[in-house]
């Protein structure tokens, strides 16, 4: 494995804070997710999410126009040296470092779709959830075949969490799925909708379930989709897909390195990259170039110049790498693990967004999910100060 003095994952801070003030907003975005921050109000917006499928343990907030999803439930944002205030009547929160004011932050509003419940009595947060300011995402199945062993789980992995707290469902039904998409287009104008699955089996590893809902929910609602789940074992499964209604597909990497993969997630690095490879091959023809996206978390052990060789690789094949810095989520095995530093990400971050405009590959062209919310990771800004520069 590559290495790097930045896979300590412990930047000194003080560097980083001499140039908060005034800084890019890109670079202020990386700070507050690399250590997130301390709520003077954690009422304020939308409810936070603890455990669960992910994003967990943030909290939604916009800056500078950027909706963005920010630790706050994690041992490293309890000892933050960010603090949001309480909003003030206009809804405007201040951020400050050590007691210095170094920007404004507002949180999106609690949907209005939470306050009802499905036909058959369940809340419609447990069926869905608002991500960003305006994506639905749904965990269709809340359960793997590989979370309940420990030799195969992926180790950041809190699937089971929100279901073990009795937050969720284990599966969401079609009529389910379509009753919830449709009432948040009507109440609260989402926009696009995330579809994401445990894996149920070793061969179509959750595209059936994925084709199934999808089809219900473009049935109720003209709402653009992403689907995501492992490269299932027949490759005819990406036109299934596509002709349900799904119209961007996830599959996700996570790490890049065998070493990193086999060490953090054992079950799932049994699906070889080559097989990714292939996937992905033979998906951009279906979805189309830029609409096949895979996740990528840095800070899990694979060095900068690595991530990049693989960013490299998939942007040549037509598929968009989703990079976002690790969020150590409690109760899993790396609950103690470093998130990556803001200079680690920087280092990631600027190089990557220059090869997608190198390539014209944009956020904004994806017709749906992670890539297009963004608010995980500072690489949309950063694509926009590519534009603005």
């Not at 991500?131 to 590989?146: F, N, S």
């Not at 789980?153 to 699937?159: E, G, K, N, V, Y």
């Not at 996700?252 to 070889?272: W, Y």
């Not at 170039?289 to 991530?307: C, F, H, K, N, W």
Request: hydrophobic share 40%; net charge neutral; aromatic share 6%.
């Amino acid at each position: 494995m590559s290495t790097s003095p930045l896979l300590t994952n412990e930047p000194s801070f003080p560097p980083v804070v001499a140039g908060l003030i005034g800084m890019p907003t890109e670079r202020l975005i990386n700070a507050l997710q690399s250590y997130g921050v301390r709520l003077a109000d954690s009422r304020a917006g939308a409810p936070s999410r603890r455990g669960g499928a992910g994003p967990s343990d943030h909290k939604a907030m916009t800056i500078a126009g950027r909706t963005v999803m920010v630790p706050v439930h994690t041992e490293t944002a309890f000892d933050s040296p960010f603090l949001v205030r309480r909003p003030d009547a206009d809804g405007v929160s201040v951020i400050e470092h050590d007691g210095v004011v170094i920007g404004q932050a507002t949180f999106p509003g609690k949907p209005r779709f939470y306050a009802l419940s499905t036909f058959d009595g369940v809340p419609y947060s447990k069926i869905a959830v608002l991500h960003g300011r305006d994506v639905l995402a749904t965990t269709v199945l809340q359960t793997c075949i590989r979370y309940a062993s420990r030799a195969k789980t992926c180790q950041f992995c809190s699937i089971g969490q929100s279901l073990a707290a009795g937050r969720t469902v284990a599966h969401k039904s079609p009529e389910q799925l379509a009753e919830v998409a449709r009432a948040a287009v009507l109440l609260d104008g989402v926009k696009h909708m995330v579809m994401t699955t445990g894996t149920p089996n070793a061969t179509d590893r959750g595209a059936a379930v994925l084709c199934e809902s999808a089809f219900a929910v473009k049935a109720a609602a003209d709402l653009p989709i992403q689907a995501q789940c492992e490269p299932p074992d027949d490759d005819r499964w990406f036109e299934r897909m596509k002709a349900s209604g799904i119209d961007a597909l996830g599959m996700h990497l996570e790490a890049v390195t065998p070493e990193v993969r086999a060490r953090i997630m054992p079950g799932k690095a049994s699906v070889p990259l080559e097989r990714y490879y292939a996937a992905f091959e033979a998906a951009v023809p279906v979805f189309g170039r830029g609409q096949v996206s895979t996740y990528m978390l840095a800070g899990l052990g694979d060095a900068p110049e690595a991530i990049l060789a693989m960013a490299e690789r998939l942007i040549g094949m037509g598929v968009y790498p989703f990079v976002v810095p690790f969020v150590p989520i409690s109760g899993t095995p790396l609950e103690s693990h470093p998130a990556p530093g803001p200079d680690f990400m920087h280092a990631v971050l600027k190089p990557l967004a220059d090869m997608l405009a190198g390539a014209n590959l944009r956020s904004t062209d994806i017709k749906a999910g992670c890539g297009r919310c963004g608010a995980c990771s500072a690489l949309s800004t950063y694509e926009r100060a590519g534009v603005a520069a």
